[in-house]
């Protein structure tokens, strides 16, 4: 191991000099560390420790600082104070070049990939060997292969990352960490994308770096995973530390009082609860609110994303759509909301077909949409607080009349939800911008539930929340269902899944390989149909 | 609630206002080294760019025949920009209106003023609108990149209005391509006739508030501004994102083209190549040191009136080339720029 | 026959000397892009290259100092472009508009300063055809390819030299992935501002020297009116090349054979108004938008700002 890595273009990592005593001496120190955003505290005083040929796992909900201050040990962003020691040594890490010659590997949540090129250029850019011309970088190549298979990574170097299933697009990160010889690599919720196998696997192959020498931080929200990989957990909540603990000595109660804090009543919350959400017999007499049949959709590459994929949702029931990201939830979705034309098959709402229907008057008959990606698809950064939540429903009689708006209405009616959502802004003139991602996410909330709506449809509606926002989602959610919304949930995260479906169906490559009810729910299963390995009628 | 609401809108304002004030002043005095480097008394250059308009009853006209066509075409791109669009296209636009309004003054010279003239600035606001409406189209029907195109159909109306001021109805007469008049029903009444003062710049006022209106008010205007702020979750929630792109761009082309129709209708009563001077650059300086803001666009597109007009003096009695004013412009819309980032960090 | 023959010789020849303003300004524009900055001040820059360039030859008399001069001019309007955006991350359709004003003012200005306002303008020689030795001898090919001036060769070797940069070499590959995704770039050691400045800097260059080509082709004088939308066009023409040095190359043939074509027919007169003839390129230009840019890729990045401390950013 030592000898594939030190031959690697930054042979002169501090991280990899054999210091004697080094089991005395921490390998990283963070000291102190301090972030704002604008007015926003990110990291407010944190410190944190790696040892040598350690797994830590950083725990912490959204919001927590977790990335923030692994993206400062990387040189993405410029701390405001603390510091920054590699055994022992005083360090100053300004770019990501710096951390990369001093040992560090970041494998980042959002990929950080070119997807036109191909897998070697990804991993020899910015690196001096990518000068070599054609012929020579073949031996390059087959660096990159070995060190691939060493971790059990089986990959082409020549093919395109736009071409890659999202395993090995992973893979690829890790690579890239590894080829400028990384022997301290940072992951950043790393199983977001990952079925459960998959996980398995990533778990495997980190002890197998650890016992080559490397050491690992493993930042992720999810406590189970942490106790599963960790050795030493550091938990962060607000910006702040609360608590660093050895694995063996956790329990997993004190750990979920660490990251939740007295914000939240454990005892009452949805997440932590250990009695299980009844599932509720659908009204089957009245027909479905939503019913899908045979449809078939493109992607934006006009390639068919959706195929053959039909199902019904209830009033009064939450159906789950399980699966990897980019297997056609967002096609599938957004042509449910006809925000994407649809090739073929039937969509009809409340017994209606919706061939001929346009998004708007989809929404003004009571289709609400949490989108996936609020920046891009639900937010209006430059507008006001008041434009943003009457976006789509900016026509209807509260908000004006004969083609004129009413702002006055507008803006009270936007106080009443600030405050019943508790969005923490100046008021509704304030610049949308400026507020938090928590915030954005309850305004969005507010706006669906602030309309009468018999269909909400939700894509990973509590992606990058923290702890209390995402129980306030969720008992929301259990509310307006009790209350008989029918609600379409599609996510990622398959723990959300079960605890709030009645049932899930499960997304693979554009098709539905099976829905499962309540009773029948288990992860190993679902994480099989999520990676087509097993469909099920 | 509110007077506190009041005080914010006070606060607001000045906290508008301030930037401006120091970015002139900023650029006053980074152009007067300019000024004085080229040898030049930059007080005295000063007094003239800033006075002439106020000094005599001909200079606070020839102020507000420059403000006219200015306020419109600024309008005529703040209105696409509102949607995220860039309409550089005001210049032909402009032309082709004014090739419109002359065609129809022209053709149906001995009409009555009560029908021609309406006619006219109809003539003028409808060909502006087409005009627009090839690049609107092309953005609508095949997603080709506005700015290039709308840029493009300005040298394309070059080419029209020299054919026809030199084919289709030349004033042989005249020693530049000019068109024989249109017919006295197609003058736009004046409100002072020495120097000759038109009431089309009563109209562009109100073109100004009913711009202001429709934005701020009406759910239309309220989509074009989402369009703006983020075409894609525009979509998402419902609104016919390309109509609003194609809708801004012809109502910037409506705006240009009625500008064409007073340029016609109201100073020159006949088509004369080059009348659309520098308004389109004009137009988008103001546009852009306005911010895009309707409201912001008539105080700015004032000012630089009078800085136009007083450069014009300047150029006659103390023979510093007019296209100083230029940098003075480009200055003032660079520090206005700059004070967006001071305030960011 | 014959005839025929000597004028297609002919105008090819003309083609390629009219290349030269688009390849440059094209590149350039290319060169930008490619790490993310979206120059549209080509109009502005060509404007005060022309004028500078023409003013520079007037004074000194010397093209190569104009050439020299206008160069300069360019890069300067480049690191302004550069500094504006990637550092203080202002839009880049404002701040190149803003640019292709300061351009448009300045070029007029300092030509009204220098020569002021005269009955006969004044006029500098032309650049002279530098013949290629044995090359220049070759039928048909010879004179079209090997008897032009040296900006027509420089032209052509520049774009061949940018394929080999972009597509051969670690630089490039490191310069094209900036454009593409910054941030991933960032991540892995590649110096993003870095990256811009250079790029942008000698697209401005290139852009600077596009512009004065044309005095020195052409008329021998500088007017107002002198680069007609070439700068616009170039724009199109790094789309209709997909942003990659050789297509450009290619294309710069068709618009170049278009100005040619107009300029053959005018003096030809058959009887076509001689307005159309003038405006064909940009005709030319907006079917060309219209039929081609569907299948085009840009760089993913194309027109946006890094900000690597932005949060909104994924």
């Known amino acids: 191991m030592g000898m594939t890595l030190s031959s690697s273009p930054y042979s002169y990592s501090i991280l990899q000099e054999r210091l004697p005593l080094m089991s005395r001496v921490p390998l990283l120190e963070m000291n102190q560390v301090r972030k704002v955003f604008g007015q926003n505290v990110a990291l407010d005083d944190v410190s944190l420790q790696l040892h040598s040929n350690e797994i830590l796992g950083l725990l912490g909900g959204n919001g927590a600082g977790k990335t923030t201050i692994m993206n400062i040990l990387y040189g993405l962003y410029k701390p405001d104070a603390g510091e920054i020691c590699l055994r022992g040594e005083k360090v100053s890490i300004n770019s990501p070049r710096d951390a990369i010659e001093l040992g560090i590997g970041m494998v980042h949540q959002h990929f950080l990939q070119i997807e036109s090129f191909t897998v070697m250029q990804n991993i020899i850019l910015g690196t001096r060997s990518s000068s070599l ?405 | 609630m509110s007077d506190q609401h009041s005080t914010n809108t006070a606060r607001q304002a000045l906290a508008r206002f301030t930037p401006y004030l120091l970015a002139i002043i900023a650029s006053f005095a980074a152009a007067g080294i300019f000024i004085a480097a080229m040898g030049f008394n930059v007080f005295e250059a000063y007094e003239t760019i800033l006075f002439t308009s106020f000094r005599t009853q001909n200079g606070f006209i020839q102020t507000l025949l420059k403000f006219a066509p200015l306020l419109l075409q600024a309008l005529a791109f703040t209105i696409p920009l509102t949607a995220g669009k860039f309409n550089i296209g005001g210049e032909g636009q402009l032309i082709v209106g004014a090739i419109g309004a002359t065609a129809v003054g022209i053709l149906f010279t001995d009409l009555p003023a009560v029908l021609l003239l309406p006619m006219v600035l109809l003539g003028g606001v409808i060909a502006g609108a087409l005009w627009a409406a090839i690049p609107a189209w092309l953005l609508y029907r095949f997603n080709i990149n506005e700015i290039l195109t709308t840029v493009l159909m300005n040298f394309i109306s070059f080419s029209l209005i020299d054919y026809v001021a030199t084919e289709i109805w030349r004033d042989a007469t005249a020693g530049h391509p000019t068109t024989i008049p249109i017919g006295s029903g197609g003058e736009l009444p004046l409100i002072i006739s020495k120097p000759p003062l038109h009431v089309g710049v009563l109209l562009v006022i109100l073109v100004a508030v009913a711009v202001q209106f429709y934005t701020s008010r009406t759910a239309s205007g309220y989509e074009m501004i989402v369009t703006g702020a983020n075409p894609r979750a525009s979509q998402v929630f419902g609104i016919p994102v390309k109509r609003m792109f194609l809708m801004s761009l012809v109502l910037g082309g409506v705006l240009a083209g009625l500008s064409g129709a007073l340029e016609v209708s109201g100073v020159h009563h006949r088509l004369i190549e080059g009348l659309q001077s520098n308004f389109l650059l004009l137009g988008i300086i103001i546009g852009l040191i306005a911010k895009g803001d309707s409201k912001t666009v008539p105080f700015v597109a004032f000012f630089i009136a009078v800085l136009e007009v007083g450069a014009s003096a300047l150029q006659r009695t103390m023979m510093v080339p007019v296209e100083m004013v230029f940098i003075i412009e480009a200055l003032v819309l660079l520090f206005v720029l700059l004070s967006d980032v001071v305030r960011r960090r | 026959m014959e005839q025929f023959g000597v004028q297609l010789v002919n105008f090819s020849k003309l083609v390629l000397l009219a290349i030269v303003p688009y390849v440059l300004a094209s590149q350039g524009t290319m060169l930008g892009g490619r790490t993310g900055i979206f120059n549209v001040a080509q109009e502005g820059i060509m404007l005060v290259g022309a004028s500078i360039g023409f003013l520079g030859a007037y004074l000194f008399d010397s093209l190569t100092i104009g050439i020299t001069l206008a160069l300069l001019t360019g890069a300067l309007f480049g690191l302004a472009l550069a500094y504006f955006t990637s550092t203080l991350k202002m839009n880049q359709f404002v701040i190149g508009l803003a640019l292709f004003f300061t351009g448009l003012g300045l070029s007029t200005l300092l030509y009204k300063f220098v020569v002021g306002i005269t009955l006969q303008p004044p006029l500098i020689p032309t650049l002279k055809a530098v013949k290629i030795p044995l090359l220049s001898e070759i039928p048909i090919l010879g004179p079209i390819l090997f008897a032009q001036n040296w900006l027509v060769y420089i032209a052509i070797l520049l774009s061949l030299a940018l394929y080999y940069l972009l597509y051969r070499t670690r630089f490039g590959l490191d310069l094209r992935s900036v454009g593409e995704n910054p941030k991933a770039a960032d991540s892995l050691g590649v110096n993003v501002p870095r990256m811009q400045y250079i790029s942008t800097i000698a697209g401005g260059a290139l852009m600077g020297v596009a512009g004065a080509y044309l005095p020195m082709v052409y008329t021998g004088t500088f007017t107002e009116g002198i680069v007609h939308g070439r700068g616009w066009i170039a724009i199109a023409l790094t789309f209709f090349g997909g942003w990659s040095p050789l297509l450009i190359l290619a294309g710069s043939l068709f618009f170049a054979g278009i100005d040619v074509l107009a300029l053959r027919v005018q003096v030809g007169g058959y009887g076509i108004p001689y307005q159309f003839l003038l405006t064909l390129p940009h005709l030319a230009t907006i079917l060309m938008m219209t039929l081609a840019f569907k299948w085009v890729r840009v760089p993913s990045f194309l027109g946006q700002n890094y900000d690597r401390e932005s949060r909104t950013l994924t």
Not at chain 1, 182 to 191: F, K, M, N, S, V
Not at chain 1, 384 to 391: E, F, T
Not at chain 1, 511 to 536: A, E, T
């Open chain 1, 133 to 537: 011309p054609g012929d020579q970088r073949n031996g390059e190549k087959e660096r990159i292969t070995t060190m691939a298979r060493r971790f059990d990574m089986d990959i082409d170097p020549d093919s395109v990352l736009e071409a890659l299933p999202m395993g090995a697009r992973q893979k690829v990160e890790i690579l890239k960490a590894l080829y400028r010889g990384a022997r301290l690599l940072i992951l950043d919720e790393p199983t977001t994308n990952l079925t459960p196998q998959e996980v398995d696997s990533l778990f495997k192959s980190l002890r197998v770096m650890v016992e080559e020498g490397m050491s690992v931080i493993f930042i992720t929200h999810k406590l189970r995973e942490v106790l599963e990989a960790g050795d030493r957990i550091t938990v962060l909540r607000s910006g702040q530390n609360v608590i660093t603990t050895e694995i063996s000595k956790a329990t997993e109660e004190s750990l979920v009082k660490a990251m939740v804090g007295e914000d939240l009543d454990v005892s009452k919350s949805v997440i932590f609860s250990q009695k299980d959400v009844q599932q509720t017999a659908a009204s089957t007499e009245v027909g479905p609110i939503l019913e899908v049949r045979d449809l078939r959709v493109n992607n934006d590459e006009r390639q068919l994303a959706i195929s053959d994929c039909s199902f019904q949702v209830h009033s009064g029931e939450i159906l789950g759509i399980a699966g990897v990201a980019g297997n056609g939830q967002r096609e599938l979705v957004e042509s449910l909301l006809a925000i994407r034309p649809r090739l073929s098959g039937e969509i009809s709402y409340q017994d209606r077909p919706t061939i001929d229907e346009d998004t708007r008057s989809l929404i003004e008959a009571g289709v609400a949409y949490i989108p996936e990606d609020r920046w891009s698809d639900g937010f209006l950064p430059t507008a006001n607080v008041a434009q943003n939540l009457i976006l789509g429903y900016h026509r209807t009689p509260t908000f004006g009349s004969g083609g004129l708006l009413d702002w006055k209405a507008v803006f009270s009616t936007t106080r009443t939800l600030i405050d019943e959502y508790n969005v923490k802004t100046a008021g509704p003139d304030e610049l949308a911008a400026n507020l938090s991602g928590g915030n954005i996410q309850r305004l969005m909330i507010a706006r669906v539930f602030s309309q009468p709506i018999e269909l909400l449809i939700a894509h990973n509606p509590t992606r990058g929340l923290d702890i209390p926002s995402t129980e306030g989602v969720y008992s929301k959610l259990l509310d307006a269902k009790d209350k008989g919304l029918a609600t379409l949930l599609v996510s990622e995260n398959l723990d959300e899944l079960m605890l709030l479906c009645d049932r899930i169906a499960t997304i693979y490559r554009g098709s539905l390989v099976g829905i499962l009810p309540r009773d029948r729910f288990d992860k190993y299963v679902i994480g099989r149909m999520m990676s087509g390995v097993q469909s099920y009628e």
